[in-house]
């Protein structure tokens, strides 16, 4: 008897801040559920070089499951980059003005009704920040601003059913808008038990005593965690209907986009040689070289040349920033010159582009990255 696998689906992981358009270094596995679910499936895992394969034992006719899936059904994987730190430097994790932070979770998954069949056309993975991972059963303390005389809890799953928070002290479900009391201290102390469901996303919400309005809402993922804490997750949906499990090969993308950030030069006067009140200087920008995705940028001197706040090492210093924000990509960007006048001199003909292992800086409600240069 032939051993056939035939492909279930690929998901293609994408960065725009590297040249070739693939996310580099990074790791994926399947949460321990998803491995059973994949393991009593027969389904098989496979990296390869620009993201992940899944493929599932078929008979002869290299179309019928051997051991079909139930549906509907979720696959959760979770990603990790291999250097975190570098990643976290060219990445823009922000969900519109929700801004990515440590504790949040970056969640990307399909929609059923969107399935792409065609490689060079995969299905665009939503994406959201998640409020972080939980285990099945946790517990939580909190106080609000202003205290209540009690609070209702309720717990919807992915799709919006109602969810028992847990089970009363004869081990009866709690029911939906279960009312809870703070303690002497204003306290909430609450335990969700919610052992026994699918792992997956969940929201909890405390609500008025009145039931009309929020005080309070997160957005989980409860489940089992791989051994180390994972960076973000991806979940693949499928429905009964429209049902494209064992259907022709699904194709899906993750897709990262780079940071940008508004570049800030502070010229310093190393050698003391420059007369920072009678020379005046500036950057200019001569264009791209190749094909690169990069605009024109017209950068501003910042106050008074020498500034009359900023000294770095107690020497003088000029301080330019970029009108508008610069993207991060893994070709440099070249021919930022700095100029001198009068004589309209290059002191540097091609200015250093910020370094990977600084860390962008908020400024003035924007992302700023500094470069320090030495004349």
């Known amino acids: 008897m032939s051993i056939i696998y035939t492909r279930l689906g690929e998901v293609a992981l994408r960065h725009d801040f590297?040249?070739?358009?693939?996310?580099?270094?990074?790791?994926?596995?399947?949460?321990?559920?998803?491995?059973?679910?994949?393991?009593?499936?027969?389904?098989?895992?496979r990296k390869t070089p620009g993201g992940i394969v899944l493929l599932y034992r078929a008979e002869e006719d290299e179309i019928t499951p051997l051991t079909p899936v139930t549906l509907p059904q979720?696959?959760?994987?979770f990603f990790k980059p291999e250097n975190p730190a570098a990643f976290l430097q060219v990445t823009d994790l922000d969900n519109g003005s929700e801004e990515f932070q440590a504790g949040k979770l970056p969640f990307f998954r399909n929609t059923p009704v969107n399935a792409s069949t065609a490689s060079e056309n995969p299905e665009e993975l939503s994406y959201q920040l998640l409020d972080g991972l939980r285990p099945k059963a946790f517990s939580l303390q909190l106080t609000l601003d202003p205290t209540p005389a009690s609070v209702r809890i309720k717990v919807r799953n992915a799709a919006g059913e109602i969810v028992s928070a847990g089970k009363d002290s004869t081990g009866n479900p709690l029911p939906d808008g279960y009312e809870m009391m703070p303690d002497q201290n204003g306290l909430f102390r609450i335990l969700f038990d919610l052992k026994g469901r699918r792992e997956g996303v969940y929201t909890f919400t405390l609500r008025n005593s009145g039931d009309t309005d929020d005080l309070w809402s997160k957005k989980y993922w409860l489940g089992e965690s791989s051994s180390s804490q994972p960076f973000g997750l991806i979940e693949?949906?499928?429905?009964?209907?429209?049902?494209?499990?064992?259907?022709?090969?699904?194709?899906?993308?993750?897709?990262?986009s780079r940071k940008e950030s508004r570049w800030t030069y502070y010229v310093v006067n190393g050698n003391k040689k420059v007369d920072l009140v009678t020379t005046q200087l500036r950057i200019q920008d001569l264009g791209n070289v190749g094909s690169v995705p990069y605009g024109s940028y017209t950068?501003?001197?910042?106050?008074?040349?020498?500034?009359?706040?900023?000294?770095?090492?107690?020497?003088?210093?000029?301080?330019?920033?970029?009108?508008?924000?610069i993207p991060y990509f893994e070709i440099p960007k070249l021919n930022f010159q700095l100029r001198r006048t009068p004589g309209n001199q290059i002191l540097i003909p091609n200015l250093p582009n910020p370094s990977r292992s600084a860390p962008t800086k908020q400024s003035g409600g924007e992302a700023n990255s500094e470069i320090y240069v030495f004349i």
């Open 18 to 45: 590297y040249r070739d358009g693939l996310a580099k270094d990074m790791i994926l596995m399947p949460s321990p559920e998803t491995a059973q679910l994949m393991k009593n499936g027969k389904i098989l895992f």
């Open 74 to 77: 979720s696959f959760f994987f």
């Open 236 to 256: 693949l949906r499928f429905q009964a209907t429209p049902n494209h499990l064992y259907g022709a090969t699904e194709f899906y993308q993750v897709s990262f």
């Open 299 to 325: 950068f501003d001197q910042i106050g008074t040349s020498p500034s009359a706040e900023v000294k770095i090492n107690n020497l003088d210093t000029v301080v330019f920033r970029s009108q508008n924000k």
